[in-house]
Every structure is written in structure tokens, then in C-alpha cells.
């Protein structure tokens, strides 16, 4: 049978194969209600010829690529990993292909792929940027489609987020360490102008002041976030004239370098130096001896934001065109189909909601002078006496890091826990998990996707955050203190 695109199958051949009209085969093939022999004839004669839906002239008619892309700053890190598999679960059940970048944190890099919505090459965009400039503010607000931001963004930009609770979780992981013994207690940290570096030194410092500590820079280092940094920076601290016998560090990767510097130094870990680290990585357990961290979720803020993603897209859909493959296009609203914002996803406002992160890992090694046992879940948050001695207050003079103004994390005045929230870390009233939904078949992949049951559309023009509340996971790198530290003259060879 000819067809006329070149032999490639097409409505005009299916209706002729089914002997039904055209009109009949666009509305089975848009999911449009129809007789149930004509559906059965329409997709057997689909089937027979190899129909595909051309995913391109959907797109470009104003349809459905069925693809979403997710930009992160590292593929090597192993809590973007996570976020991949937690993304993927949600969206391959949608009948989403996701596509992976990784951005390597360049800023020019990440914009571009804000941009790149515009070409039509992906339906929507989550991404992960650990610097927000006003470059950043101005492409998300004129983004072509729906974005979801893991991380944190200013107060007014009008897209969903969702974010950790990086300065809690870091005056938990000093806490924790102080309440073991630690007195001198070291921060290797990220770049000071990217948000992680900065709200997780702010949570450090109002940690040493809540017990009484006072801040030394001498024991703060920065540096990239690496493996390798990581070493480099312990040696720097070795080098030093002053003497620590804990180390915090921003995150797995920094937590890992360093113990391999301390190690190879002769240090025993925990005895002479305790090592605690954030995130809780597959890199947590990789060494020896197992590093306690705190966990922010990684799996769980992937999860979310596809959760956040589809919500939009179904929104946007439910005042949709229908297009066939022969460039018909129909709109439900009686006219042409546009790009207005509605049409984009986009939203305007602020709301936040609350969830649970994942749970700590297995237990291994000493429970700590506080009581706390190996894999224990303390989601202890920053005291009033921490957050009225912080000289940093939430809204910076200066703006945010990377130049933006407004918030940087947390959703309270303080920026500690979300707003409205429960300080002790409880369960919030975050969105739920989704049913399972069956993958589309090739026939229905060029279909509007339906609303998902138990799952309410988005406030129009409000845009959502999801704070995930900070756990520690307690391991054998930060065993309370049994001997004094060695003197500084022979830590590093």
C-alpha cells in the first residue's frame, strides 16, 4: 500500500486499511473517544503497517516529544546517580524517555539548556544548579517549558523547586560531633559562592556558636567539590599550626578525600580525628572505616521533582491541542494552540509543602556519648539559642551567592526548617507516591497523558517548594573521643 511520506505509514493509510475516515483514525489515535470496533480496527490496521507516531511533527505541531531532560552539575556524583534513578522510575512509568547532561556547574552551560526548551527537543527540565545568578532568574522566569529546580532559589522565581535543608543539616553534623567530645572541629567546604558552599558554612558557624565554640579560620578550607580536592584540603589542614580532632566536610566526596589524607598521615580515624561528611552517598560506606553523613534525600528530591514535573505537564495538557500526524491540528478550546505561559507549565507564586527524606543506612560501628547508635535517625534542628547568635540573617545585604537576592534555603525567617514546619524533622504533608501507570504503547505514545489518580493539579500561577528535612546516619568515623589528639608537629609527613 503507498503511503505519502515515503513509505512510512501515516493516518491516510491506516483509514484505508481499516476502512474508516480519516477524522476516525486521528480521534483513536489522540485517544479520543470513538466506537469500540472502530478503536480495535484503527490499531490492528496501526499494528499491520508498523505505525509509529512521528514524535517530531508532534512536536513541532505543539504536541508531545515524550521526553524530559534532567542537567546536574556532576554524572559522576553519586547522589545525582541516585536523583537519575529516582527520576527515571517515576517518569519511564509516565511513558517519559529522560534524557541526561551534565553541566560540569558551568553556568553558561546550564542557561543553555534552560533555553534549549525552546527548540522542542524535550517537553520539560529538571536541573540542579549550585550557583543562581540573574541570568539563572531571568531563564527559568522565560523558560519555553516547564522546569522543576532541585536546589534553592530566591524568594518570587516562578517555577517549583525543591531543596534540602543544607544549613540544619550541617549544624547537626557539628553538633554531633561536639556532643562525641570534639572541641577543635575543622570544615572543608565547596566554593564559598555556590549555595551548598554557602548555607553549609552558615550552618557550621551557627553550630560552633549554639555550643559554645569559637570559629577559627584557620580551621575552614575551600575548595571544589572532588574526591581529590578533598585530599588536598586535609594536607592543608595538617599543615597548619592548629590542631583539630574533627573534621567536617560538605559533602561524601570531600569527606572521603580527606580521610584518605589522614590516613596516610598516620592518623587513626576516629581516635585521633573524627571524619563526618553530607549527603550519605554510596561513598558514606566505600572506605573504611564507614563514614557517618548527613543524609539530605538525594532519591527523594529526585522523586519529587519528576512528581513536580508531571503535575505541570498534565496541567499544561488539559487545555491542549490535539495534533495527528498529518499536521491537523485541533484545539480543545475551539482555536489554535499556543505557547502562553498556561501552555508552558509555568507558575508565579510561592507555596511550600514538607516530606520525609530516605531512610538512614545499616548500622555500623560505636554509638556515640549522646546515645546515638550507628544508622540512629537525629534530625535534631538548629536551637532558638543557635539562630538568634547567627550574624547572618536569612535575607543577605549582598544578595545571594552568585548575585541573586532573596532566600538561599529553608522556607521559616530563618531559614532553618520549612516554613510553617515542624522544627523536630516530622513528616510533613508532601505530596504522595503515585500509582504505578503502565508505560504507553508506540500506539499511545503520541497521546495527551491523563491526569494520575489521587494526585491534584497544581495551583495555577502558584509555584511550589518541597523542603526535605536533614537526617543524620551515625557510623564509625565519629565514635566519641577516647585518647587526645596528636600533636599537630606529627600529623603529615
Same mark, same amino acid.
Given at each position: 500500500?503507498?503511503?505519502? /511520506?515515503?513509505?512510512?505509514?501515516?493516518?491516510?493509510?491506516?483509514?484505508?486499511?481499516?476502512? !474508516?475516515?480519516?477524522?476516525?483514525?486521528?480521534?483513536?489515535? /489522540?485517544?479520543?473517544?470513538?466506537?469500540?470496533?472502530? !478503536?480495535?480496527?484503527? &490499531?490492528?490496521? +496501526?499494528?499491520?503497517?508498523?505505525?509509529?507516531?512521528?514524535?517530531?511533527?508532534?512536536?513541532?505541531?505543539?504536541?508531545?516529544?515524550?521526553?524530559?531532560?534532567?542537567?546536574?552539575?556532576?554524572?559522576?556524583?553519586?547522589?545525582?546517580?541516585?536523583?537519575?534513578?529516582?527520576?527515571?522510575?517515576?517518569?519511564?512509568?509516565?511513558?517519559?524517555?529522560?534524557?541526561?547532561?551534565?553541566?560540569?556547574?558551568?553556568?553558561?552551560?546550564?542557561?543553555?539548556?534552560?533555553?534549549?526548551?525552546?527548540? &522542542?527537543?524535550?517537553?520539560?527540565?529538571?536541573?540542579?544548579?549550585?550557583?543562581?545568578?540573574?541570568?539563572?532568574?531571568?531563564?527559568?522566569?522565560?523558560?519555553?517549558?516547564?522546569?522543576? !529546580?532541585?536546589?534553592?532559589?530566591?524568594?518570587?522565581?516562578?517555577?517549583?523547586?525543591?531543596?534540602?535543608?543544607?544549613?540544619?543539616?550541617?549544624?547537626?553534623?557539628?553538633?554531633?560531633?561536639?556532643?562525641?567530645?570534639?572541641?577543635?572541629?575543622?570544615?572543608?567546604?565547596?566554593?564559598?559562592?555556590?549555595?551548598?558552599?554557602?548555607?553549609?558554612?552558615?550552618?557550621?558557624?551557627?553550630?560552633?556558636?549554639?555550643?559554645?565554640?569559637?570559629?577559627?579560620?584557620?580551621?575552614?578550607?575551600?575548595?571544589?567539590?572532588?574526591?581529590?580536592?578533598?585530599?588536598?584540603?586535609?594536607?592543608?589542614?595538617?599543615?597548619?599550626?592548629?590542631?583539630?580532632?574533627? !573534621?567536617?566536610?560538605?559533602?561524601?566526596?570531600?569527606?572521603?578525600?580527606?580521610?584518605?589524607?589522614?590516613?596516610? +598521615?598516620?592518623?587513626?580515624?576516629?581516635?585521633?580525628?573524627?571524619?563526618?561528611?553530607?549527603?550519605?552517598?554510596?561513598?558514606?560506606?566505600?572506605?573504611?572505616?564507614?563514614?557517618?553523613?548527613?543524609?539530605?534525600?538525594?532519591?527523594?528530591?529526585?522523586?519529587?521533582?519528576?512528581?513536580?514535573?508531571?503535575?505541570?505537564?498534565?496541567?499544561?495538557?488539559?487545555? +491542549?491541542?490535539?495534533?495527528?500526524?498529518?499536521?491537523?491540528?485541533?484545539?480543545?478550546?475551539?482555536? &489554535?494552540?499556543?505557547?502562553?505561559?498556561?501552555?508552558?507549565?509555568?507558575?508565579?507564586?510561592?507555596?511550600?509543602?514538607?516530606?520525609?527524606?530516605?531512610?538512614?543506612?545499616?548500622?555500623?560501628?560505636?554509638?556515640?556519648?549522646?546515645?546515638?547508635?550507628?544508622?540512629?535517625?537525629?534530625?535534631?534542628?538548629?536551637?532558638?539559642?543557635?539562630?538568634?547568635?547567627?550574624?547572618?540573617?536569612?535575607?543577605?545585604?549582598?544578595?545571594?551567592?552568585?548575585?541573586?537576592?532573596?532566600?538561599?534555603?529553608?522556607?521559616?525567617?530563618?531559614?532553618?526548617?520549612?516554613?510553617?514546619?515542624?522544627?523536630?524533622?516530622?513528616?510533613?504533608?508532601?505530596?504522595?507516591?503515585?500509582?504505578?501507570?503502565?508505560?504507553?504503547?508506540?500506539?499511545?505514545?503520541?497521546?495527551?497523558?491523563?491526569?494520575?489518580?489521587?494526585?491534584?493539579?497544581?495551583?495555577?500561577?502558584?509555584? &511550589?517548594?518541597?523542603?526535605?528535612?536533614?537526617?543524620?546516619?551515625?557510623?564509625?568515623?565519629?565514635?566519641?573521643?577516647?585518647?587526645?589528639?596528636?600533636?599537630?608537629?606529627?600529623?603529615?609527613?
Amino acid at each position: 500500500m503507498r503511503t505519502s /511520506n515515503g513509505g512510512q505509514p501515516t493516518i491516510v493509510s491506516i483509514a484505508a486499511r481499516a476502512g !474508516v475516515s480519516i477524522a476516525s483514525v486521528s480521534r483513536v489515535l /489522540n485517544g479520543q473517544p470513538a466506537r469500540p470496533d472502530t !478503536v480495535a480496527r484503527v &490499531r490492528r490496521a +496501526a499494528d499491520e503497517l508498523g505505525y509509529v507516531p512521528n514524535a517530531v511533527a508532534r512536536s513541532l505541531k505543539g504536541g508531545r516529544t515524550r521526553q524530559l531532560t534532567f542537567a546536574m552539575p556532576d554524572i559522576g556524583n553519586p547522589v545525582y546517580v541516585a536523583m537519575v534513578r529516582a527520576i527515571q522510575a517515576v517518569t519511564k512509568a509516565a511513558g517519559y524517555r529522560l534524557l541526561l547532561h551534565s553541566t560540569d556547574a558551568v553556568a553558561e552551560d546550564e542557561l543553555a539548556v534552560l533555553r534549549s526548551l525552546g527548540d &522542542r527537543t524535550s517537553d520539560g527540565l529538571i536541573i540542579c544548579p549550585i550557583r543562581i545568578t540573574e541570568a539563572h532568574i531571568e531563564a527559568l522566569t522565560n523558560a519555553a517549558g516547564p522546569v522543576v !529546580v532541585i536546589g534553592s532559589l530566591p524568594a518570587g522565581v516562578p517555577v517549583d523547586s525543591v531543596r534540602a535543608d543544607s544549613i540544619a543539616g550541617a549544624a547537626m553534623a557539628v553538633r554531633h560531633l561536639f556532643a562525641g567530645g570534639r572541641r577543635r572541629i575543622a570544615l572543608i567546604n565547596g566554593p564559598p559562592d555556590t549555595v551548598p558552599g554557602h548555607n553549609r558554612e552558615r550552618g557550621y558557624r551557627l553550630a560552633l556558636t549554639g555550643c559554645g565554640l569559637s570559629y577559627d579560620e584557620r580551621l575552614v578550607v575551600h575548595t571544589e567539590f572532588g574526591i581529590g580536592p578533598g585530599t588536598a584540603a586535609a594536607r592543608r589542614l595538617l599543615e597548619t599550626a592548629a590542631p583539630f580532632d574533627a !573534621v567536617f566536610c560538605a559533602n561524601d566526596q570531600l569527606a572521603l578525600g580527606a580521610a584518605h589524607a589522614l590516613l596516610a +598521615a598516620g592518623l587513626r580515624i576516629p581516635q585521633d580525628v573524627a571524619v563526618a561528611g553530607m549527603d550519605d552517598s554510596a561513598l558514606a560506606q566505600a572506605g573504611w572505616p564507614p563514614l557517618t553523613s548527613v543524609d539530605l534525600g538525594s532519591s527523594e528530591r529526585g522523586r519529587l521533582a519528576a512528581e513536580m514535573l508531571l503535575d505541570r505537564l498534565e496541567a499544561a495538557d488539559a487545555g +491542549a491541542d490535539d495534533v495527528d500526524d498529518a499536521g491537523n491540528v485541533r484545539s480543545s478550546n475551539g482555536g &489554535r494552540g499556543g505557547s502562553g505561559s498556561a501552555g508552558r507549565g509555568r507558575a508565579g507564586g510561592r507555596a511550600t509543602d514538607h516530606l520525609r527524606g530516605d531512610d538512614p543506612g545499616p548500622d555500623d560501628g560505636a554509638h556515640d556519648s549522646a546515645g546515638h547508635r550507628p544508622g540512629d535517625d537525629v534530625t535534631d534542628r538548629v536551637t532558638d539559642a543557635e539562630r538568634d547568635a547567627d550574624p547572618d540573617p536569612d535575607t543577605d545585604p549582598g544578595g545571594a551567592p552568585g548575585g541573586s537576592p532573596g532566600r538561599q534555603d529553608g522556607g521559616g525567617r530563618d531559614g532553618v526548617g520549612p516554613a510553617g514546619g515542624d522544627r523536630s524533622g516530622a513528616a510533613g504533608s508532601g505530596p504522595s507516591r503515585r500509582p504505578d501507570v503502565p508505560t504507553a504503547s508506540p500506539v499511545d505514545a503520541g497521546r495527551r497523558p491523563r491526569p494520575r489518580p489521587g494526585r491534584p493539579q497544581p495551583p495555577v500561577g502558584t509555584a &511550589r517548594t518541597t523542603t526535605a528535612p536533614p537526617r543524620l546516619v551515625v557510623r564509625a568515623s565519629t565514635a566519641p573521643a577516647t585518647t587526645p589528639p596528636r600533636p599537630p608537629e606529627t600529623r603529615f609527613a
